[in-house]
């Protein structure tokens, strides 16, 4: 049977969304291959809206000549857009179909997106945090995302039942993980070019060695809360959790073992090689304690 017109515009739609993920993520795009089909489509369209956004608020809009009202308003317009699409099932935007696609289909709603875009509006206006604000920010750019992850993993086949604080709090922790992450990662963009400042109370060019690993030792405990939860997921979805998991503990190592001064200076990563050795070494162990 043809697919109907709406099929292949849904279609084109999660398409757009892998090209954003490929394009955007080494390290989301590796752990995302290890999920089936559906699931995979599901978290690149979150993925995808999550970066649309973040893009809009980095400085693309900005770079293209718009004025700092016409950024505000484009931002707002992507809001709008996504809760008429999570009402209607449609959007002209492709990205923001298929993820109200995602959405509808596995209990996403504004209770998350909300959150979401408040701290992507944040970014435009505040420009120095303190910790309520600071905690207000992470929770809605980065936690929110791990529970929307979450409530897809939890209608995968063979997925667990119970846990549900548990898996909640495991995704927040995961989130905030990845968060802090990149405060310490993009310090040198974030300061220079974006004028951001996301330590309460520091001034970013004192940022300190003794400030960088109290950072990396939050990190670590976020980690280490989060990995408690991988085990109560599906078998494939805790494969890809532990692998973008592992991951980002080899960016940390790399944060950890790079001089304050430095990161002031330049954006850290993992080589993609490495990145693939990582995966690799994942999928092994996950085949090996599938064929248990």
Not at 51 to 62: F, K, N, Y
Not at 76 to 101: K, M, P, W
Not at 153 to 163: C, D, E, I, T, V
Request: charged share 25%.
């Amino acid at each position: 049977m043809e697919p109907t017109a709406l099929q292949r515009y849904t279609a084109a739609a999660e398409r757009s969304s892998r090209v954003v993920i490929t394009r955007y993520s080494t390290s989301f795009s590796l752990a995302c291959r290890m999920l089936d089909r559906a699931t995979r489509l599901h978290i690149s369209n979150i993925y995808a809206l999550v970066r649309l956004a973040d893009e809009v608020v980095d400085g693309v809009p900005s770079e293209a000549g718009l004025g700092p009202e016409a950024v505000a308003e484009a931002l707002q317009r992507l809001e709008e857009e996504t809760e008429a699409a999570l009402d209607t099932g449609y959007s002209t935007n492709l990205i923001v179909h298929a993820f109200a696609c995602t959405a509808r289909s596995q209990g996403i709603d504004t209770s998350l997106t909300r959150p979401f875009f408040a701290s992507m509006r944040s970014d435009l206006s505040v420009e120095t945090h303190d910790a309520a604000t600071l905690e207000n920010y992470i929770y809605g750019s980065a936690e929110v995302v791990g529970l929307m992850c979450l409530e897809v993993f939890r209608r995968m086949l063979h997925a667990p039942s119970g846990h549900g604080c548990d898996l909640d709090a495991a995704a927040r922790h995961l989130g905030s993980a990845f968060q802090k992450v990149n405060f310490l990662r993009d310090l040198a963009q974030d300061t220079s070019e974006l004028g951001r400042s996301y330590f309460p109370g520091l001034d970013p060019k004192a940022f300190s060695d003794k400030h960088k690993d109290q950072l990396v030792a939050e990190i670590r405990a976020d980690l280490d809360a989060a990995a408690v939860g991988i085990r109560h997921l599906a078998p494939r979805a805790a494969h890809a959790v532990g692998t973008a998991h592992g991951l980002f503990e080899a960016l940390v190592n790399e944060l950890d073992n790079t001089p304050a001064s430095e990161l002031l200076r330049r954006r850290i990563s993992v080589p993609n090689r490495r990145k693939a050795m990582i995966a690799l070494r994942s999928s092994w162990g996950y085949r090996r304690k599938a064929a248990a």
